[in-house]
């Protein structure tokens, strides 16, 4: 059975700072998402990694893959308030379109 | 022009009830997914359609029904509604991997 880790699930930092979200997992895929979800709302989507050594970038967050150590990063750079939510990483199975969530990473970016 | 919707967004009913969820994608995509998230966040799949076809069923009680009358559409009837079965349900769908989703619906039960 597929297992993704997040660490760490709790994480409160100062405006400015740097800082990364890991996401381990159990077995072999190549597709792994990353989900930001503010509170009471829904899931959405912000990359989209479908190979190793995959890096996207999109304002003060990168996210990156490396299928051979089967671990996923969400940098953030020099955050800001309005980073402030839950951050999900997700991977597909090797079967296709099942996707086992992490249990997610509550970030508080405090100013 | 929202691309996938879900109906209602809340959901309020006693233990025993039966009720559904509605779920809608105008993105034209294949694939249709259920999952529900707890009250720690935590996500789970329960059900995936492809072209009204049932392909994934996770380990849920058989009190949880989906139906996919057509690709756009996939509903979620819940009989004899117990306390556990409160939680966010999400629909979601797809067409080759990136997954889009739902607003959400929160059911509670009492």
């Known amino acids: 059975e597929l297992k993704v880790e997040q660490n760490p699930l709790f994480l409160s930092m100062q405006e400015g700072k740097n800082y990364t979200i890991y996401c381990n997992y159990s077995?072999?895929?190549?597709?792994l998402y990353w989900y930001r979800q503010d509170p009471g709302k829904s899931l959405e989507s912000l990359f989209v990694?479908?190979?190793?050594?995959a890096v996207k970038q999109e304002g003060r967050l990168m996210a990156s893959l490396d299928t051979k150590a089967r671990l996923s990063t969400l940098h953030i750079t020099a955050a800001v308030h309005d980073l402030s939510a839950t951050y999900f990483c997700?991977?597909?199975?090797?079967?296709?379109?099942?996707?086992?969530f992490g249990e997610g990473t509550q970030l508080t970016v405090n100013p | 022009d929202t691309a996938v919707s879900q109906t209602p967004k809340y959901l309020v009913t006693q233990m025993g009830n039966d009720k559904s969820i509605k779920c809608e994608q105008n993105?034209?995509?294949?694939?249709m997914y259920w999952y529900k998230q707890d009250s720690k966040k935590f996500l789970k799949i329960m059900f995936s359609?492809?072209?009204?076809?049932?392909?994934i069923n996770e380990t849920v009680p058989n009190r949880f029904s989906p139906k996919s009358p057509d690709k756009a559409h996939l509903n979620l009837h819940i009989n004899s509604l117990e306390l556990g079965d409160s939680a966010v349900y999400f629909c979601?769908?797809?067409?080759?991997?990136?997954?889009?989703f739902g607003p959400g619906t929160r059911l509670t039960v009492l």
């Open positions: 979601a769908s797809s067409q080759r991997y990136e997954q889009f």
């Open positions: 077995t072999t895929s190549d597709r």
């Open positions: 990694l479908l190979s190793n050594g």
């Open positions: 997700a991977v597909d199975e090797a079967s296709g379109s099942r996707l086992t």
């Open positions: 993105l034209g995509h294949d694939t």
């Open positions: 359609y492809n072209n009204k076809e049932l392909i």
